[in-house]
C-alpha cells in the first residue's frame, strides 16, 4: 500500500518540477557569419527580444578582426514557421557617433522563432554577403 | 489510518492532476493579458489629448447629430454605449449602407492603428474621416466650421480650448458646403477656395477632430471576470472566478495548439498588427495593402502638418511595412475584450456567433497550400465549448 502512495507521490514531485523548469529563452546578443563567412556580426539588443513594442538594437560587423564601418546593408525577416513577413520594415543606418549600425523601426507581431536577414551591399562585389540570423521573441 | 492517508494521497493528486493548476510562468503571463498591464493612452500629434475642456466639447460634438447632413446621424448612432460601442448591425449604416462592420470604442485609445485596414493612426484623423464619409456623416469641412461658430456655446469652448478667436471675417465668405472627399459640386467649391482659406478651415476641422478624439480616448472597458480572476490567481496561486470550463477554454487559448496568443496578445488582446487568416474578398476587399498608399500621402498623419507629433514621435508611420503582397488579405486582429457585446464578428460581420468564428479557423487553418498567416489548429467540441466560454468572460 505504502509503496503505491510512494510511487504516487513521487509521480506528482516529478511532474511539478517538470513544470517548473520551462526556463526563458533569452536572446539579447547574438552573433552569426555571413553565408560565404566573409562577415563576423553581432546583433546587440537593449532588452530580451519581445512582441507589441519597438526593439532597440545595435549592430556590429567585422571582416576578420576589422570593424566594418558605413556599408550599406537592407534588413528583412519574418516567421519561418508562418510564412509571414515583419510587421514594420526596419531601418539599419551606420552611427558614425557611436561607431556601430543603429536599428530603427523593428518590431515582432508574434512569440516564436523568427529569422532576421541582413544583405551586406558592400561596393566590393565580393565583399557582397548574406546574414542570416535566428531570434527568439518572447 | 490508512483511509486517511489514502484520502489525503487522493487530495494531492487531484491538485496535482487538475487541469486547472496554474504555475507562476503561466500566471505572470497571465498578467501581461490583464487590463492593469494596458498603458495609459498617448497622442503626441494631439495635443489636446488630455485637455479636460477638449474632452467636454469632443463628447458634444460626439453625440451631435446636427455634424451630418441629414442631420439624423451622429458618431453615437453607430457607436452606442448600450452595445460596447458599436450597432450590432452586420454592416454599419448611416447616411447610406457602408461596406464594414462597426468596431468597438472600448479601449481604442491604446491601438496604434485606426479600422479594420489600419487605415488611419491617429483617433483625430480617424474622427475626421467618419464626418466626411458620404456613407457615415456625409459632414463638409466649412459646413462644420459654420456650426460651430454660430452654436455660441461651442464656438465660446473651441476658442478657450484653442486659445485663439474665431472672427466673423474668417467664416463669413466661405461656401456653406465645401470639402474634398464629399460630392462633386462640394469638391469645386473646395478647390475655388484659395490654399490659406483651406489650411485654415483645416485647422479648425482637425481642431474639432482633436477634441472628439480626446473623448474617445477616454472610452475604456471595466474589469471583466478574466481579470478579476487573474489578480486572484496571482494572489492566491488559485481560484474559482472562471469555471473550469472557462479556465480549459483559457489553458486552450494560451496554448500552442490553438495558436490563439500568438496575435491575439496583450491586454486588448490584440497584437494590433495585421494578419492574414482568409477573410479578405479578392477584387473586393483586400485589407491592409490596399490603403498604404493613401495612409502615407495622408495629409492628417502623424508627420503632416495638422500634426503635433514631432517626426521621431511617428515611429509607427515611419516605418510602415510597405508590402503589398504580403499584406494582401491582412486585417488588424480584432481585440476580444467585451465580445460578448459586440456581434457579429470579422471586419464585415459576416459571422453571428463564435462558434461560427471557430468554424472558420479550423476550416481556413488546414487549407492546402497555405495561403494566411495561420497554422494548423484541430479543436474537438469540447474544447470548442471550453474556448467559446472563456471568450465570453472577457
Not at chain 1, 552611427?95 to 508574434?110: D, P, T
Not at chain 2, 446621424?73 to 452595445?83: A, E, G, L, P, Q
Not at chain 2, 491582412?330 to 467585451?338: C, G, W
Amino acid at each position: 500500500m505504502y509503496k503505491i502512495i510512494t510511487i504516487i507521490l513521487l509521480t506528482c514531485c516529478g511532474f511539478s518540477l517538470m513544470a517548473l523548469q520551462g526556463k526563458d529563452n533569452i536572446d539579447k546578443k547574438i552573433q552569426q557569419v555571413s553565408k560565404n563567412s566573409i562577415y563576423q556580426s553581432t546583433l546587440d539588443c537593449k532588452h530580451p527580444l519581445s512582441t507589441g513594442s519597438f526593439q532597440y538594437c545595435n549592430f556590429k560587423l567585422h571582416k576578420k578582426d576589422n570593424l566594418v564601418k558605413n556599408t550599406q546593408i537592407f534588413m528583412s525577416g519574418g516567421m519561418p514557421g508562418h510564412d509571414h513577413g515583419l510587421p514594420t520594415l526596419p531601418q539599419i543606418s551606420w552611427s558614425e557617433n557611436e561607431q556601430i549600425y543603429v536599428i530603427k523601426g523593428l518590431k515582432f507581431s508574434m512569440p516564436g522563432k523568427w529569422i532576421l536577414n541582413f544583405k551586406i551591399n558592400a561596393s566590393e562585389v565580393a565583399d557582397k554577403d548574406m546574414i542570416s540570423m535566428a531570434v527568439t521573441v518572447n | 489510518m490508512s483511509k486517511s492517508v489514502i484520502t489525503l494521497v487522493l487530495i494531492i493528486f487531484s491538485v496535482f492532476t487538475n487541469a486547472q493548476n496554474w504555475s507562476d510562468k503561466e500566471i505572470s503571463t497571465l498578467q501581461k493579458f490583464s487590463l492593469k498591464a494596458l498603458k495609459p493612452s498617448v497622442d503626441t500629434s494631439n495635443k489636446y489629448h488630455d485637455n479636460q475642456q477638449a474632452i467636454a466639447f469632443g463628447k458634444a460634438l460626439f453625440f451631435d447629430k446636427r455634424l451630418s447632413s441629414d442631420g439624423k446621424i451622429s458618431c453615437s448612432s453607430c457607436h452606442d454605449d448600450k452595445y460596447a460601442f458599436t450597432d450590432n448591425r452586420k454592416l454599419a449604416f448611416g447616411t447610406r449602407q457602408g461596406f464594414r462592420n462597426t468596431s468597438t470604442l472600448l479601449n481604442v485609445g491604446s491601438q496604434d492603428w485606426f479600422f479594420a485596414d489600419g487605415a488611419k493612426d491617429s483617433l483625430w484623423s480617424q474622427a475626421l474621416s467618419s464626418i466626411e464619409n458620404p456613407a457615415e456623416q456625409n459632414f463638409t469641412r466649412t459646413e462644420l466650421l459654420h456650426l460651430i461658430f454660430e452654436d455660441v456655446n461651442y464656438r465660446n469652448v473651441y476658442q478657450r480650448i484653442v486659445k485663439k478667436e474665431l472672427t466673423k471675417e474668417e467664416i463669413e465668405n466661405l461656401p456653406e458646403k465645401a470639402g474634398p472627399n464629399s460630392s462633386l459640386e462640394n469638391l469645386i467649391a473646395w478647390k475655388k477656395l484659395d490654399k490659406e482659406q483651406r489650411q485654415q478651415i483645416n485647422t479648425v476641422f482637425t481642431n474639432a477632430g482633436k477634441a472628439i478624439a480626446a473623448y474617445v480616448a477616454t472610452i475604456k472597458s471595466s474589469e471583466s471576470r478574466f481579470d478579476n480572476f487573474v489578480d486572484e490567481l496571482a494572489d492566491k496561486k488559485t481560484s474559482t472566478l472562471l469555471n473550469d470550463s472557462e479556465q480549459r477554454g483559457l489553458k486552450l487559448f494560451m496554448s500552442k495548439e490553438s495558436g490563439c496568443a500568438n496575435c491575439h496578445s496583450g491586454p486588448l488582446f490584440s497584437n494590433k498588427t495585421f494578419h492574414d487568416i482568409s477573410t479578405g474578398i479578392p477584387g473586393k476587399d483586400n485589407g491592409r495593402s490596399e490603403v498604404i498608399e493613401s495612409i502615407i500621402r495622408d495629409e492628417f498623419n502623424c508627420l503632416g502638418k495638422y500634426s503635433d507629433a514631432k517626426p521621431e514621435e511617428c515611429d509607427e508611420l515611419k516605418y510602415i511595412n510597405r508590402d503589398k503582397h504580403q499584406l494582401t488579405g491582412s486585417y488588424k486582429t480584432s481585440t476580444l475584450r467585451n465580445i460578448i457585446d459586440t456581434a457579429p464578428y470579422m471586419h464585415d460581420g459576416r459571422f453571428e456567433t463564435l462558434y461560427e468564428v471557430i468554424n472558420h479557423y479550423l476550416e481556413k487553418s488546414q487549407e492546402k497550400p497555405k495561403k494566411n498567416d495561420l497554422t494548423p489548429i484541430e479543436l474537438n467540441k469540447e474544447q470548442q465549448l471550453d474556448l467559446v466560454n472563456f471568450l465570453l468572460t472577457l
